[in-house]
């Protein structure tokens, strides 16, 4: 008797709460915006947490659909017209946001190219238009990156805009002059300010200061390889296209275009792809660098390990993490030239010295999408330390009785970043970008762990 297929269920919901989340982090930007800064503080203040509710509520509901049982599957997905409109639609707005980009930053040498803004947007949407019937990831990918060589071009890199991207070309000028590049550095902006990288993303960007090249140059390198490792691995899912629009034509992506945090996405999916064909080499070279690049990287380290010892087992567990550990001590000892203590004041201990400050004078950024300032205001500092603990400690005893297979392993690490992020000393809108990379891959692992299933159920028959 054959047993009761799957019900098919409308992807359009997923797709929906997808959108809204990048949609949400849009609107959030990194200011004031829709307001002036003269707005009243009390109503600012209830907007933004407005603004993380719905961001908290949409990526809740999308890891619990993640962790829901494999026998629903989404494959009715939004339509040809819809997903062709929301394209046309972001690549206008990000023109429009080039525009206003340039009229907002004109102080730091922002210049405003009519003539050439307007050749890569009509070049955006004729790409879209042409590709669109034979490869739509092919015309969504190509209008990106005609939009990113925009800010190439007019928007230099200043300390004063953003100060990520310049401090790490100041550390690694440092790294292959030898030096220890764990210390403060002297920006354009006339500030002193600490690294407060790891040693992995300094070494990734270091070539570009060798050359003296642009560093987003890396960063679109890396995007682009993240986008064709997920192309490559993805391509006929479902759910592909309409995350593809949301995330690769992302308004707000493409106004932040000094962001730095590219690389890492790329080795993390690498490490999912990697672990997904159990592959032991890639795995254990690309968990290294993770390890090494990001403090992300250590935050997923033990759920990591934790799907490990349940798909292998506890010994693989353990040497790969043991591996992953000793390369960031190697890297991070000979990045500080054996200082230590210089990289764990600089990348931990400073957050902790910020934190008491802010808490104690109330004065925490008003722009950030988190709960830090109210829990704060219930017990100080201590009582974000204990909150973020707390959070974290929750999503890992959640994932020590639930997590079995790889989309749940991605769900865990978006939730548990998610609850780092809400409650840490600062929660800049773009780091959420990489919560809804890690929900969108996540939800096409799951629309096809059916099929997976039902594959592995048809040989064991055999």
Request: proline share 5%; glycine share 6%; with cysteine.
């Given at each position: 008797?054959?047993?009761?297929?799957?019900?098919?269920h409308d992807a359009r919901p997923v797709q929906v709460l997808l959108a809204v989340f990048f949609a949400n982090l849009l609107l959030r930007?990194?200011?004031?915006?829709?307001?002036?800064?003269?707005?009243?503080?009390?109503?600012?203040?209830?907007?933004?947490?407005?603004?993380?509710?719905?961001?908290?509520?949409?990526?809740?509901?999308?890891?619990?659909?993640?962790?829901?049982?494999?026998?629903?599957?989404?494959?009715?997905?939004?339509?040809?017209?819809?997903?062709?409109?929301?394209?046309?639609?972001?690549?206008?707005?990000?023109?429009?946001?080039?525009?206003?980009?340039?009229?907002?930053?004109?102080?730091?040498?922002?210049?405003?190219?009519?003539?050439?803004?307007?050749?890569?947007?009509?070049?955006?949407?004729?790409?879209?238009?042409?590709?669109?019937?034979?490869?739509?990831?092919?015309?969504?990918?190509?209008?990106?990156?005609?939009?990113?060589?925009?800010?190439?071009?007019?928007?230099?890199?200043?300390?004063?805009?953003?100060?990520?991207?310049?401090?790490?070309?100041?550390?690694?000028?440092?790294?292959?002059?030898?030096?220890?590049?764990?210390?403060?550095?002297?920006?354009?902006?006339?500030?002193?300010?600490?690294?407060?990288?790891?040693?992995?993303?300094?070494?990734?960007?270091?070539?570009?200061?060798?050359?003296?090249?642009?560093?987003?140059?890396?960063?679109?390198?890396?995007?682009?390889?993240?986008?064709?490792?997920?192309?490559?691995?993805?391509?006929?899912?479902?759910?592909?296209?309409?995350?593809?629009?949301?995330?690769?034509?992302?308004?707000?992506?493409?106004?932040?275009?000094?962001?730095?945090?590219?690389?890492?996405?790329?080795?993390?999916?690498?490490?999912?792809?990697?672990?997904?064909?159990?592959?032991?080499?890639?795995?254990?070279?690309?968990?290294?660098?993770?390890?090494?690049?990001?403090?992300?990287?250590?935050?997923?380290?033990?759920?990591?390990?934790?799907?490990?010892?349940?798909?292998?087992?506890?010994?693989?567990?353990?040497?790969?993490?043991?591996?992953?550990?000793?390369?960031?001590?190697?890297?991070?000892?000979?990045?500080?030239?054996?200082?230590?203590?210089?990289?764990?004041?600089?990348?931990?201990?400073?957050?902790?010295?910020?934190?008491?400050?802010?808490?104690?004078?109330?004065?925490?950024?008003?722009?950030?999408?988190?709960?830090?300032?109210?829990?704060?205001?219930?017990?100080?500092?201590?009582?974000?330390?204990?909150?973020?603990?707390?959070?974290?400690?929750?999503?890992?005893?959640?994932?020590?009785?639930?997590?079995?297979?790889?989309?749940?392993?991605?769900?865990?690490?978006?939730?548990?970043?998610?609850?780092?992020?809400?409650?840490?000393?600062?929660?800049?809108?773009?780091?959420?970008?990489?919560?809804?990379?890690?929900?969108?891959?996540?939800?096409?692992?799951?629309?096809?762990?059916?099929?997976?299933?039902?594959?592995?159920?048809?040989?064991?028959?055999?």
């Amino acid at each position: 008797m054959t047993e009761p297929g799957p019900a098919v269920h409308d992807a359009r919901p997923v797709q929906v709460l997808l959108a809204v989340f990048f949609a949400n982090l849009l609107l959030r930007g990194d200011g004031h915006f829709p307001f002036s800064k003269t707005v009243n503080p009390t109503l600012f203040d209830a907007v933004v947490l407005g603004q993380t509710a719905v961001l908290l509520v949409c990526a809740a509901l999308l890891i619990a659909r993640i962790l829901g049982r494999p026998d629903r599957v989404e494959r009715v997905a939004a339509s040809d017209r819809w997903q062709l409109a929301g394209a046309f639609a972001s690549v206008a707005l990000i023109v429009v946001l080039h525009v206003l980009n340039a009229r907002r930053f004109a102080e730091f040498g922002y210049a405003a190219r009519p003539a050439l803004l307007g050749a890569l947007g009509v070049g955006a949407f004729v790409a879209l238009g042409a590709l669109w019937r034979k490869s739509r990831a092919a015309g969504i990918l190509a209008a990106a990156f005609l939009l990113k060589v925009y800010p190439l071009v007019c928007f230099p890199i200043r300390s004063a805009r953003s100060d990520m991207l310049p401090i790490l070309q100041e550390a690694g000028r440092a790294l292959l002059a030898g030096e220890n590049i764990y210390r403060t550095y002297l920006l354009d902006n006339g500030t002193w300010t600490p690294m407060v990288r790891f040693p992995g993303l300094v070494m990734t960007y270091a070539p570009a200061g060798m050359l003296h090249a642009d560093p987003r140059l890396v960063t679109l390198c890396a995007e682009a390889l993240f986008f064709l490792v997920v192309w490559r691995r993805f391509r006929s899912n479902p759910l592909f296209p309409a995350g593809l629009i949301v995330l690769a034509l992302s308004p707000y992506w493409h106004f932040r275009h000094e962001l730095y945090e590219a690389p890492f996405w790329l080795v993390l999916t690498a490490l999912l792809v990697a672990m997904e064909r159990r592959s032991p080499a890639a795995e254990v070279a690309a968990l290294a660098v993770v390890v090494c690049m990001h403090q992300w990287g250590v935050l997923f380290l033990p759920f990591v390990a934790l799907f490990m010892a349940r798909s292998r087992s506890r010994a693989y567990a353990l040497a790969l993490t043991g591996i992953a550990l000793g390369v960031g001590t190697l890297a991070v000892v000979v990045a500080s030239h054996g200082d230590v203590a210089a990289f764990w004041q600089q990348t931990m201990t400073s957050y902790g010295g910020t934190l008491a400050s802010w808490a104690r004078h109330a004065s925490f950024p008003d722009v950030s999408l988190y709960l830090t300032p109210w829990i704060a205001a219930l017990g100080g500092a201590t009582a974000v330390k204990l909150a973020a603990a707390a959070a974290v400690a929750a999503v890992f005893a959640w994932a020590w009785r639930r997590l079995r297979r790889l989309p749940e392993l991605v769900a865990f690490l978006a939730a548990a970043l998610l609850a780092v992020l809400l409650t840490n000393t600062v929660a800049w809108t773009y780091q959420y970008l990489l919560v809804g990379a890690l929900l969108w891959l996540g939800l096409m692992l799951r629309a096809e762990e059916y099929d997976a299933i039902e594959d592995s159920q048809r040989a064991g028959q055999r």
